[in-house]
């Protein structure tokens, strides 16, 4: 029993020991497609699930201080999104240099309506069709009359992943308009063959073992119940579901947050990579 114990202690030690690795190859990461600038990476998700939180953990976790350029905070209960627009983030290494992919953030879904023009806004987003500094409207989606509608896009322009962004403590609560919502463009998408990957956040305020040692996240049977649920729900296998703490009130960052969060950036990068090697969406 004890060295059952201590197997998976060991275990659970080093895949939190991979950090220097991930970082490596993520910042060696280069785009084999001289159509593409930059890859695209876009996230999607309920309004305060921690879309903005995640950009400003991955730009953290590169640069090995807290960083803070998404607007990020508390619309609980507010019903409406902090985010508003759209913004791309460029995410950048210790030294400076920006990485040769961006993280787009965009307004959250709305959990109770089942209103299909945030579908269509996320969907014209993929595609390329909204530019940069979009302002999101709740009731209506871009339509190709708007200034802000790229009737043309590049390759560039189009997203290359898409990550649904989960709070793992609302994963039980979710209303079913969300997650038809969710697999509605689960289908969608699907069809275009872009890959899919679903970053479960939170976790921490699902778990009380899980908040006071975040190590206990790879063995936390709650975690695992909260991830298969949300494989079945959207759709989204459990090999592309990555639980993560964000940074939302430290101070300083920390290898085990950093691991977490780098390892989703991982799997985002490479399914990403045979994407744009692919070339543009159809
Ligand atoms: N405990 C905890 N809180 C988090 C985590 N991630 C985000 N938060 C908090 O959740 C709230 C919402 O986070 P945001 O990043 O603004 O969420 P969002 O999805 O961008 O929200 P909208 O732009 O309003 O749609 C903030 O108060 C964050 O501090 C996390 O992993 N753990
Ligand atoms: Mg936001």
Same mark, same amino acid.
């Given at each position: ?13 080093? *895949? ?22 930059? %890859?695209? $990476? ?20 590169? #640069? ?11 619309? &609980? ?25 961006? /993280? ?8 109770? +309506? ?8 996320? $969907? ?5 069709? %909204? ?8 009731? +209506? ?7 802000? =509608?790229? +009737? ?5 322009? #189009?997203? &290359?992943?898409?990550? =649904? ?9 979710? #209303? ?12 969608? /998408? ?8 679903? %970053? ?22 709650? $975690?695992? +119940? ?5 494989? /079945? ?13 964000? =940074? ?12 977490? /969060? ?12 045979? *994407? ?7």
């Amino acid at each position: 029993m004890n060295t059952l114990k201590c197997a998976a202690c060991r275990e659970q030690n080093n *895949k939190f020991r991979q950090k220097g690795t991930l970082k490596k190859n993520l910042e060696s990461f280069s785009v084999r497609n001289t159509d593409v600038r930059n %890859v695209r $990476i876009l996230l999607a998700g309920q309004i305060g699930a921690g879309k903005s939180s995640f950009i400003n953990s991955v730009n953290s976790a590169f #640069q090995g201080e807290i960083i803070n350029e998404a607007l990020a905070g508390s619309t &609980f209960g507010a019903g409406f999104s902090l985010t508003k627009y759209l913004t791309m983030y460029e995410i950048r290494n210790e030294r400076g240099e920006v990485l040769p992919f961006v /993280i787009s953030d965009m307004m959250g879904l709305e959990p109770e +309506k089942l209103s299909g023009s945030q579908v269509d806004d996320i $969907i014209s987003t993929i595609l390329g069709h %909204v530019m940069e500094d979009y302002k999101f409207k709740e009731s +209506k989606a871009i339509t190709s009359e708007d200034e802000y =509608y790229n +009737k043309n896009p590049s390759v560039s322009d #189009q997203t &290359f992943c898409l990550v =649904y962004i989960i709070a793992a403590e609302s994963v039980n609560l979710i #209303q079913r308009p969300l997650f038809e919502k969710l697999k509605m463009i689960h289908q969608i /998408i699907s069809e275009k063959g872009l890959p899919q990957v679903i %970053v479960m956040t939170k976790v921490d305020e699902a778990c009380p073992l899980v908040k006071n040692d975040l190590k206990k996240i790879y063995t936390s049977k709650k $975690i695992k +119940k909260l991830m298969e649920k949300c494989s /079945i729900e959207v759709g989204v296998p459990m090999t592309n579901i990555f639980p993560v703490k964000n =940074y939302h009130d430290e101070i300083d960052t920390n290898d085990e947050i950093d691991v977490l /969060i780098l390892k989703a950036v991982d799997q985002i990068v490479r399914s990403a990579k045979v *994407k744009v090697a692919k070339g543009a969406l159809k």
